[in-house]
């Protein structure tokens, strides 16, 4: 039956598999760097939160800036802050709060972009572009990952940037080197990656933005706040250290301390990477699996 | 498989020996298990021919190019569809056929030029042959001026156009089109007629398309499948569909009456279904070709001894066709439609 209509195809297809989803890849990342309004805006939030509760909560000063006096013990000053900054030490691996909290934006910025790669979804759903380029050959699968990819991306520049500002900001660069960026970059990497596709497969139905905004409202900040990026989980109650221990952004960001910071980890690097890496897989891999169900009815 | 089918022609299926583009073959559709959209349809478009369907809102069209696109899952039934099955074989299908949705689907923060080479990209299309494609393909639709414009910038014209150009890209062989016109003014609409007719007769595509624009299915279509409530009534070409109502309306008076009943006289006349006499010298005849019928009736006349004095003679239109067959008019419907299809659209953009 085939052979009766004859293929009017005057070329011959790409045979690089990859050829759509760079494609969709790059038209998402257009949005973004044509228009350097949206990548300003989308800094704004972590520059704020680390200029704002980075500095404010000064947990040091608490401990060095001030001079306290306990009634008849005469501690010297240089003892009390020496004191002070064990404390810092023990509590955050760093002394001062603002570094602690530098690396944990990190993970916070990717975090934020990785959620909107759902959002995107969704619009493409609304605005039937979605449908146009269901009724295309690309693989399913390229159309997930077209989305991932591209919060990926966007997520470690916006991380990179964060982290330079950080550094501007004085955030301690002593123990900073090449290789210790890359590997933070690369937990980074998988943490996304493995959030994205989280967030693409929780919006791979919707047809409705605000209830995909509500589940970003939901998530956003218990994940942030069940996890090591603000506030080290030792001090946190058992139940809660059980969650942490299964969020993947303390993973990154405690690789982040590790290698960006010196600070001592809560796990081995091996496993944190290992961790990461397992998440990223099985994410993405039942991303890839439901598109092919579920971007269509 | 598929290439020959026996039927009688009323149900839209067509006879021996043809070779159908567009084979469906039982289709159903039930959206969230209530929704019945698209109800056991059955009919067969011709490779070569602008196949057109036409229905009220929610009659099911969209639906079904969906389906025969391989967005939607059938319910039931199945299709195939340049000879490949859309169920076992959408990736084919996919290959082989364009479409141009009902809605504006470009993506409006690219340019109209990226829209299109972003299109050819998901085709596989290599881009040494999709910038030659995207360049005469802007120039069919005369878009080449404002192809490095954003598309948020286009007009409701320009929109379609370029919905158009992405939707040939692939240089399919058959080309669904979802109420092209829909929402445009008269000028634009006309233009678009002209694009389709370019397509059919210059690069030899099968067209597949909906409307609700009786005009515009009467000129446009070779063929015409009415539909209403997710169920084909009737396929035919517009002059078979007119003519199966009764065929076309002739008037005569005749002069100098005796009073004498011609009713059986007229009636004997060839492709005359019905006569009507209206007081005492007037004919109402309903007749097929009309225009061939109606010197018959003078010259008959004339031959017993009669004068006509006044002879008059009306093609029925699509409206009544619909009419007769789905007992309401297409045609109040249309005005409402096109104010709804804007405000839609500005809706969607004051969303985004
Ligand atoms: N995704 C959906 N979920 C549930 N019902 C749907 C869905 N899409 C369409 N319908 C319903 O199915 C029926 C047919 O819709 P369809 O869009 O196919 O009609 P149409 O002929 O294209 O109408 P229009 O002329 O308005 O475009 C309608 O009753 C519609 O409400
Ligand atoms: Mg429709």
Redesign the interface.
């Given at each position: 039956?085939?052979e009766?209509?004859?293929?009017?195809?005057?070329?011959?297809?790409?045979s690089?598999p990859l050829?759509?989803l760079?494609?969709?890849t790059n038209?998402e990342l257009?949005?973004w760097y044509?228009?350097p309004v949206v990548l300003l805006l989308s800094l704004i939030q972590p520059v704020i939160w680390l200029g704002l509760y980075g500095k404010s909560l000064n947990f040091g000063a608490l401990f060095t800036g001030t001079s306290f006096n306990i009634p008849g013990l005469n501690i010297p000053k240089s003892v009390l802050d020496q004191l002070g900054s064990q404390i810092m030490l023990s509590t955050f691996g760093t002394t001062d709060y603002f570094s602690f909290l530098a690396v944990g934006m990190l993970s916070f910025v990717a975090l934020f972009t990785a959620m909107f790669s759902g959002m995107s979804i969704v619009?493409d759903r609304?605005?039937?572009?979605l449908?146009?380029?269901?009724?295309?050959?690309?693989p399913r699968g390229s159309i997930i990952m077209a989305k991932v990819f591209s919060s990926t991306i966007r997520g470690l520049i916006q991380s990179a940037i964060v982290l330079v500002l950080a550094v501007l900001l004085g955030m301690n660069v002593s123990k900073i080197t090449p290789i210790g960026i890359a590997g933070t970059f690369a937990a980074l990497f998988l943490m996304v990656l493995g959030l994205s596709s989280v967030f693409v497969m929780l919006a791979l139905r919707s047809t409705n933005w605000q209830s995909q905004m509500a589940i970003m409202n939901l998530l956003n900040l218990p994940l942030l706040f069940a996890s090591n990026a603000l506030f080290p989980a030792k001090f946190m109650p058992t139940w809660l250290q059980y969650v942490v221990k299964v969020n993947p952004i303390s993973y990154a960001t405690d690789v982040g301390r590790q290698l960006l910071l010196g600070s001592p980890g809560l796990n081995t690097l091996g496993f944190d990477f290992a961790y990461l890496v397992g998440f990223a897989a099985v994410f993405s891999a039942i991303g890839i699996a439901l598109s092919w169900r579920y971007l269509?009815? | 498989m598929g290439v020959l089918r026996v039927s009688d022609g009323s149900d839209g299926r067509l006879n021996f020996d043809e070779k159908l583009i567009v084979d469906v073959r039982g289709l159903t559709k039930v959206y969230n298990g209530r929704v019945k959209a698209v109800d056991n349809i059955s009919f067969g478009v011709r490779e070569g021919e602008i196949f057109g369907f036409l229905g009220p809102n929610g009659a099911g069209k969209s639906t079904t190019i969906k389906i025969l696109t391989t967005l939607l899952r059938p319910t039931s039934g199945t299709a195939l569809v340049v000879g490949h099955d859309i169920i076992r074989q959408p990736n084919e299908v996919r290959r082989s056929v364009g479409v141009v949705h009902q809605e504006y689907t470009a993506d409006e923060d690219l340019t109209g030029y990226e829209n299109i080479i972003l299109i050819a990209d998901l085709y596989g299309i290599p881009r040494e042959v999709s910038k030659k494609r995207a360049a005469e393909l802007l120039k069919l639709v005369d878009l080449e001026s404002a192809a490095g414009r954003k598309v948020s910038t286009y007009s409701g014209g320009m929109r379609r156009r370029l919905e158009l150009a992405c939707g040939l890209i692939n240089n399919p062989r058959l080309l669904f089109l979802d109420e092209p016109t829909l929402g445009l003014d008269v000028q634009t609409r006309v233009a678009v007629w002209g694009y389709i007719r370019k397509l059919k007769e210059e690069l030899d595509m099968t067209i597949f398309m909906t409307t609700h624009y009786l005009e515009e299915a009467d000129s446009l279509c070779d063929r015409i499948a009415i539909i209403d409530r997710g169920k084909i009534v009737r396929v035919g070409s517009p002059e078979e569909l007119k003519a199966s109502i009764g065929g076309d309306v002739i008037e005569v008076e005749v002069d100098g009456s005796t009073g004498e009943d011609l009713t059986s006289v007229i009636a004997g006349v060839g492709n005359v279904s019905e006569v009507k006499r209206s007081g005492s010298t007037g004919y109402r005849i309903k007749a097929k070709m009309g225009e061939e019928v109606a010197p018959l009736v003078i010259e008959l006349l004339r031959s017993r001894g009669y004068r006509v004095k006044r002879i008059s003679l009306t093609k029925p239109s699509l409206d009544e066709v619909y009419l007769e067959y789905t007992g309401r008019s297409l045609r109040e419907e249309e005005a409402d439609r096109d104010q709804l299809f804007a405000q839609r659209a500005t809706l969607r953009r004051a969303r985004g």
């Open positions: 039956m085939t009766t209509f004859v293929e009017r195809a005057d070329w011959k297809p790409s690089n050829h759509g760079w494609a969709l038209r257009k949005k044509k228009e619009w609304r605005f039937g572009f449908d146009k380029i269901l009724t295309t050959p690309v269509s009815q | -």
